[in-house]
């Protein structure tokens, strides 16, 4: 069964960082690339970005509006992708989703973990 | 970046209707366009992938069809689980980009 788990959410303060963690189970993440994708709640989803797997370089692609602040990476070892977030604005305040991005689709999701920015 | 607009916003129907949600591109996208469900409180799951095909698992009420700049998600007969709000996405270009949704509610 696929299986993915993000964790590392919580309260922040307004410009620290934040390192969030996707582990997977159930499939063999370095064949994949690795989405995060962040909702509001009450609001849309947003493409954050992509880690590429290492067959295809293992570079990264990200959003306009994170692409200064986010850094995605990934550990196949230990079947984690990250998420690292820094100088935190409260518009980062979001559910944070990692998905199994396979040919441009996003096949399986996790439940997300909540990011909320406030002083 | 390329901008994704469905309409409508919100869709008020009656359980066993047949809906047509629409999704369009501000360039085209070839038929690299997805289809997305999500229900309050759930991840969002993957309905249809390349435009027309149906992942894993969904019912063959959902149906979609498009190519280049429009897309439409089609529901044959709407189920009374199927009352969720959908998302389409491209993957022609980075970056990937979705669109705002449209809400499926029961009228």
């Known amino acids: 069964e696929v299986q993915l788990v993000e964790s590392g959410g919580g309260l922040v303060q307004p410009g620290r960082s934040l390192t969030l963690s996707c582990t997977v189970s159930?499939?063999?993440?370095?064949?994949?690339?690795m989405t995060w994708v962040r909702q509001v709640p009450g609001k849309g989803l947003e493409w954050v970005g992509v880690?590429?797997?290492?067959?295809?370089?293992?570079?990264?692609e990200y959003a306009a509006s994170v692409k200064d602040r986010f850094t995605i990476s990934r550990d196949d070892s230990k079947s984690i992708a990250y998420l690292q977030i820094n100088s935190l604005k409260t518009d980062d305040t979001a559910l944070y989703y990692c998905t199994k991005e396979n040919w441009g689709r996003f096949e399986d999701w996790g439940q997300g973990t909540l990011v909320a920015v406030s002083s | 970046e390329i901008v994704m607009t469905q309409s409508p916003a919100t869709l008020s129907v009656s359980p066993g209707e047949r809906v047509t949600l629409s999704c369009r591109a501000s360039?085209?996208?070839?038929?690299?366009l997805n289809w997305y469900q999500q229900k309050p409180g759930q991840a969002p799951r993957l309905l249809i992938y390349g435009a027309s095909t149906r992942a894993t698992g969904i019912p063959a009420r959902f149906s979609g069809s498009g190519s280049g700049t429009d897309f439409t998600l089609t529901v044959s007969s709407l189920q009374s689980e199927d009352f969720a709000v959908y998302y389409c996405q491209q993957f022609n270009n980075w970056p990937r980009t979705f669109g705002q949704g449209t809400k499926v509610e029961i009228k």
């Open positions: 360039q085209s996208v070839g038929s690299k």
């Open positions: 159930g499939f063999t993440v370095g064949d994949y690339y």
């Open positions: 880690i590429r797997n290492k067959a295809t370089g293992g570079t990264t």
